[in-house]
């Protein structure tokens, strides 16, 4: 059983009291906070909101194991997440980043470059946080909490233990006492604009055998590619500098952009953003992929990323096998649009018998392609003229190949988590409850080799801790200790979250604080200037 509450204090009610309220069933998702389905209209989140604190959430069912995965009751456990809290959770790391505070940072090398002992911010005291905790076997959820410091953040989840922790917005008032105000004295005013990809929103191109919660080394090259595509959008189209890519603990990967400017937008805004990236890429009933013509340069861009990694990843045996054996060449063949028979004759001759296995899937789909630009493109002498070709025929075979690239690789969005700033998503660092898995942040230079399977579980890192400090014990006896041991400042630089950990601090966190501290020295001249005071 599960139970879901929405409680504006810090601290949930006692169990004998839960059990009295008003029940109501609504469905759960596995990787989204509960929300109202009303979400996008404050006044009607305002009012359901008051309603929450009597809803009752069913689990949903139990998904099937992943093909390969760890025994999640080994993997997970109230205790080892107890241990991941106490020891090696990033407490510095969350508020540094969180309350955009410059003053956090410090020289290179003292504190890890990270101030722990900062002076609170606003920004991070008006943020609002949720925590899911099992209480006496019913998880409960609360909404609406809200925090000064890095210590308070720290002490709350100690004392809850959480199973899942998700971050919201920046409101204009301190979540914590929002029951205290006026339902117009609590908007929303900044929040980071967040995508959310999923594997399970590509089962109908899954043709590993996956479905659902299930993953495997094959269709996760599927993550690899949307961040690819996603990133190099966010970056070269919008401008954006500080993301970050985290992975989900599970079956799917979410993106952070950081800067102002993003933090900023209002829902049209980030309803916008999000929609430029989206592509109608049909399902199992219309395979259709609507595309525009002539192909906005966003999306020629991507094709010509995805296109290799379709040919290495999509076609062979050792990915999706879509152009492997004779029956899925077949296949492929059947999918061409009308006007292609010439096309298709001289294929079924290389395709079919004998003649097939001379050619390797990369070949076949390089003939294939060949043979479409050629039909569109024959001059006058040979036959038919392209210019006297139906154009909407000749449209629908020259972006065929496109579309079947997209289909199998371009990314697929859950476009309702990007579109508001009061949307849940859940925080990078915590730990996946069915999984044990931590969500790590992603290495974008090296995203083709990152492994969902290599990421730590909880019992995985205990076993590390263990290992480090049995080995330094003993070097400390017959060596005096090692110079290693002296270095490092945190717990969690003695397991396999050191790399990750230390990339996302490199990479995105302190360049970020850096450019914060230059900015506000440069208004803060600004300002002297005016006032003449040199």
Known sequence: MTTALSLDDNAAEPKSILRKRERRVIEEDDDEPQLSEDQTEEEDLMEEDKQEEQKIVSPEPAPKPAQSSVNSADAFSPELLRMYYSRLFPYHFLYSWLSYDASSLVPSGVGGGINKTSSSSSLFSRREFSMTSLIGGD????????????????????????????????????????????????????????????????????????????ICTKCWTSMSMAIKVMDKGLRDDFGFKHMSWFYSGRRGVHCWVCDESARELPDAGRSAVASYFEVMLGNDKN?????????????????????PLFIKHVLPESGHGLLATEESCMKMLKALPPGTDSVVNALLKEWKGQKASKTTPAEKWLSLTKKLNELTRKSPSKGKSANTMDNKKRISIEQFPIATVFRYTYPRLDINVSKCQNHLLKSPFCVHPKTGRVCVPIDISQVDKFDPFAVPTLAQLMQELDEYEAKQKASEETEGGSTEARKVQHDWQKTSLKVPFEHFQKTFLTPMLKELRREQRAEQEEKAAVMGDF
């Open 139 to 214: 998880e409960i959820y609360i909404r609406y909490q809200s925090f000064k410091s890095e210590a308070e953040l720290q002490s709350a989840i100690m004392a809850k233990s959480p199973i899942k922790i998700d971050i919201g917005a920046v409101y204009n008032n301190a979540p914590k006492d929002k029951k205290a105000l006026a339902p117009n004295a609590f908007k929303p005013e900044q929040r980071e604009l967040v995508f959310d990809i999923d594997l399970t929103d590509y089962d109908e191109v899954r043709n590993c055998g996956c479905s659902g919660a299930s």
């Open 287 to 307: 395979n259709n992929v609507v595309l525009s013509h002539p192909l906005h340069p966003m999306l020629s861009r991507a094709y010509s990323m995805l296109e």
